[in-house]
């Protein structure tokens, strides 16, 4: 697996975010917010009734992504903010873009800029990881031992 | 608005109960499943689960943090930013010790509008021989309006 910097990461999408999912992790996370369940409640809070995935579930979307890209136990960092919700009905895509290449030890990381975007074209979530590479050849871009270069900064 | 600057600010230091926490394999089955993935192999948990594990595993719920927090309601509380460090990937049936607690708070006054408390918590999951698995920093915002 050869990583350069600026390679686009394959992207990874979802058609449609479903409530269902949505119960089954207010469940499992024990969360308590009526927004993620709750119709008539998002109804009040003047969401025309619809139902905001959780932001963890949307970070997971990016997870997939990597995972897909560079290995099921690839990721090493991820730092993400959430400037719009996601909302049940709404498709969503995850694409990222290679933005150093860097050696730890003995593992060959990328740092990658990473998003989330709504199927109407908005910016659900954006941030950065870190992750390992698998055995990807000659590393073609220099960074410091965090892979941060001056664009990073 | 009942709860002040001060009080707030008096939650830095706190520091959760601690304990421990293991990823089931239905748990990891459903939770993985829920972000759209197909199962990983083997063992290996989704990363999702850096949310409520180290949360549970320190001893403290969701709704726990809004009340230590003063959340007017379970709906007045929105995500600032996650931060995931990961040593090592989770893993199904596996202990893991989780300690940790609040680490910052700022308020923000928004003109004409209502006041935002940040609150940011850190928690650092270990397994059983006292590795570092991961570290994962969260910051919540607090919104509070005038009633």
């Known amino acids: 697996m050869k990583v350069e910097v600026g390679a686009r990461i394959p992207s990874w999408g979802l058609e449609r975010v479903t409530p269902e999912r949505m119960k089954t992790v207010a469940a499992i996370l024990r969360d308590p917010n009526p927004i993620h369940w709750d119709r008539q409640f998002a109804t009040e809070r003047g969401l025309k009734g619809r139902l905001v995935n959780q932001s963890p579930i949307n970070l997971g979307y990016i997870a997939n992504m990597l995972m897909e890209w560079a290995g099921p136990a690839c990721i090493r960092r991820l730092r993400v903010e959430f400037p719009a919700p996601v909302f049940d009905g709404d498709g969503v895509t995850a694409g990222g873009e290679v933005t150093a290449v860097f050696s730890e030890g003995r593992s060959r990381l990328a740092r990658c800029a990473v998003w989330l975007d709504r199927s109407d074209g908005s910016r659900a979530v954006e941030g950065w990881a870190v992750v390992e590479l698998p055995d990807c050849g000659p590393i073609s871009s220099t960074a410091d031992s965090h892979g941060v270069q001056a664009s990073d900064q | ?147």
């Not at chain 2, 003063?70 to 509380?77: F, L, N, P, Y």
């Not at chain 2, 209502?114 to 698995?133: G, L, N």
Request: proline letters at 5%; glycine letters at 6%; aromatic letters at 10%.
């Open chain 2, 1 to 147: 608005m009942a709860v002040s600057e001060t009080d707030l600010q008096a939650l830095v230091g706190h520091r959760f109960p601690g304990g421990t926490y293991r990823i089931a394999h239905w748990e990891n089955a459903l939770l993985t499943e829920a972000t759209g993935s197909r199962p990983l192999p083997g063992d290996l948990a989704h990363p999702v689960h850096l949310f409520h594990v180290p949360i549970a595993g320190a001893g403290v719920t969701i709704a726990e943090l809004f009340a230590l927090a003063h959340a007017d309601s379970d709906a007045s509380v929105t995500i600032d930013y996650y931060d995931w460090e990961v040593s090592k990937p989770l893993r199904e049936s596996t202990t893991y010790l989780m300690r940790g607690g609040i680490t910052e708070h700022s308020r923000k006054c928004i003109e004409a509008g209502p006041v935002v408390d940040s609150v940011t918590f850190r928690i650092e999951v270990m397994d059983e021989s006292a590795d570092e698995v991961a570290r994962v920093t969260f910051r919540w915002n607090f919104w509070r309006f005038a009633s």
